[in-house]
């Protein structure tokens, strides 16, 4: 004798729809968010990046300082490199993996030290004040930089895969 199954009947087929419909609901949802968060963490640490970049290229902008109140516009520039510096590192130290943000504090410290010397040259030394005395694009050796970059990046590629996907391409 066949017995009655409600799960083969217009009814039950009808609320196995429904559930399967509510199950690609939230996992649309679910995915939707994720590459959200990943999208925000690749900005986030492209930001931070940006923040070492600015004050890797401030040596540039002390060599190329004129005018009368060019120390104090300067000076202001650089304080706000800082300030976005101080907000990027505590932020990864924050939001990120432990290792993101022990990589980005040695970019940071790194690129400190390096470009901070090299602005200390620049301030001693004199104003540029042609473009045709504007030296090529190395006036320091940044390579130091270079490499706490790298690794900077190589820990966001180890440790934040989905996000390092919109870094990298």
């Avoid at 995915?31 to 290229?57: G, T």
């Avoid at 000076?75 to 101080?86: D, G, K, V």
């Avoid at 004199?126 to 694009?137: Q, T, V």
């Avoid at 820990?155 to 934040?160: I, S």
């Amino acid at each position: 004798m066949l017995e009655w199954c409600f799960w083969a009947s217009e009814a039950g087929a009808t609320i196995l729809a429904g559930l399967l419909a509510a199950a690609v609901a939230v996992a649309g949802y679910a995915w939707q968010q994720r590459q959200s968060r990943a999208d925000k963490r690749a900005i986030m640490y492209s930001e931070a990046l940006r923040a070492v970049e600015d004050y890797a290229e401030a040596p540039y902008i002390v060599r190329r300082r004129s005018g009368k109140d060019a120390r104090s516009i300067v000076s202001a520039q650089i304080s706000e490199i800082q300030s976005r510096l101080a907000m990027s590192c505590a932020l990864l130290e924050i939001s990120a993996n432990r290792h993101i943000a022990e990589a980005y504090k040695n970019l940071v410290v790194t690129t400190r030290r390096v470009a901070g010397a090299a602005m200390s040259a620049a301030w001693r030394g004199p104003r540029i004040r042609r473009d045709s005395n504007l030296p090529g694009h190395a006036p320091y050796d940044r390579s130091a930089i270079d490499n706490a970059r790298a690794a900077y990046l190589d820990t966001l590629r180890k440790h934040d895969h989905s996000a390092s996907r919109r870094i990298n391409g």
